[in-house]
């Protein structure tokens, strides 16, 4: 098979990207092999092709939105059957069996895998995985507009479980990149008013466009008090300026994996019970629950695609923000 594979971390104007053929991998018991469709292209790629993670694997094929069709089965596999779609997101396996795993909280397993850095990811025409941590996809969308769902899509969704926001309740939004684009969604779905904060004009008239009950900016002041928040630019000066805005019991959920040194210098932005909590990985129920509500509406997310060959500059426009919608590979 053709893949995309990662030997030398460098910066990718320097291609860390070299294409190779590579033997067709074939699935284990219990594991399914999925003949690639599609698979997006996201900033995390562009970290681990540069250096930002360490090399868990190498060589190492990147991507971790993965989407397909499944063409072969292991030995005892049930749950999927030849000719399913099957998707496959960051998380690529968990134990089961530590303390995390036990308390239902698999995106902290001590012995977790993830797609695209320890285990071989989706810039490929094949990949293999349990059939456990692979979600079965709808099959009336497109694989291209499928594959954001694995990672924006469910990382998202994360996030805004994080929040436990429920119908009538109110939701801070600050930056409006992907995973916000599919939270307003989701959450206007369920009954709950959402405010948008963010810079860019272009993604305020996205919100707009999407349903947002107030967009503005960072200097304009709120017309109410949030029920809870999701804060994305990983800009740690912005916590404080969260905290200012939520209500008593507010909780606020910071979506950077890192950030800039975050200081809060005030207490009363903490008390009467606020909170805050990081997010950090995805488990295979927000996944199954995500794909479950987007297919029930009619989820929308600007796209550019790119076809195969194009990956290394997929990987530049993305780690740039260069790109015109969600980068997607076209693998088929």
């Not at 320097?14 to 053929?21: D, F, Q, Y």
């Amino acid at each position: 098979m053709r893949a995309w594979i990662i030997e030398e971390q460098k910066p990718v104007e320097e291609r860390p990207l070299k294409l190779v053929e590579l033997p067709d991998p074939h699935p284990r018991p219990g594991e399914i092999r999925i003949k690639i469709m599609a698979c997006g292209i996201c900033r995390t790629d562009a970290h681990i092709a540069e250096g930002d993670l360490p090399l868990h694997k190498k060589p190492i094929i990147p991507g971790h939105e993965i989407v397909g069709v499944v063409d072969e089965i292991g030995e005892g596999v049930t749950g999927f059957k030849i000719g399913d779609r099957a998707g496959v997101t960051w998380l690529n396996y968990a134990c089961g069996t530590c303390k995390y795993c036990k308390r239902g909280k698999e995106n902290l397993c001590e012995n977790a895998r993830f797609t695209g850095w320890d285990a071989d990811g989706g810039y490929a025409e094949y990949t293999v995985i349990n059939e456990k941590f692979a979600l079965k996809l709808p099959e009336n969308r497109k694989f291209e507009e499928l594959a954001p769902w694995m990672c924006p899509g469910v990382a998202g969704y994360r996030a805004f479980r994080l929040t436990g926001l429920e119908k009538g309740q109110k939701l801070g939004l600050y930056g409006f990149g992907p995973s916000a684009t599919y939270i307003l969604q989701v959450a206007k779905h369920l009954g709950i008013e959402v405010f948008v904060i963010t810079r860019s004009e272009k993604n305020r008239e996205a919100a707009r466009k999407l349903g947002a009950d107030w967009i503005g900016g960072y200097e304009d002041k709120l017309p109410v008090k949030l029920d809870g928040s999701i804060l994305f630019p990983p800009v740690g000066d912005l916590v404080a300026f969260a905290l200012s805005q939520l209500d008593k019991g507010g909780r606020l959920v910071l979506g950077p994996v890192t950030m800039t040194p975050v200081v809060i210098k005030d207490y009363d932005l903490l008390w009467h019970e606020r909170e805050i909590v990081s997010l950090a990985n995805v488990t295979r129920k927000d996944g199954e629950e995500f794909v479950k509500i987007a297919s029930q509406i009619d989820i929308k997310m600007d796209l550019e695609i790119y076809p195969f060959e194009k990956a290394p500059e997929a990987l530049i426009a993305t780690r740039h923000s260069r790109q015109k919608g969600t980068a997607v590979l076209k693998i088929r």
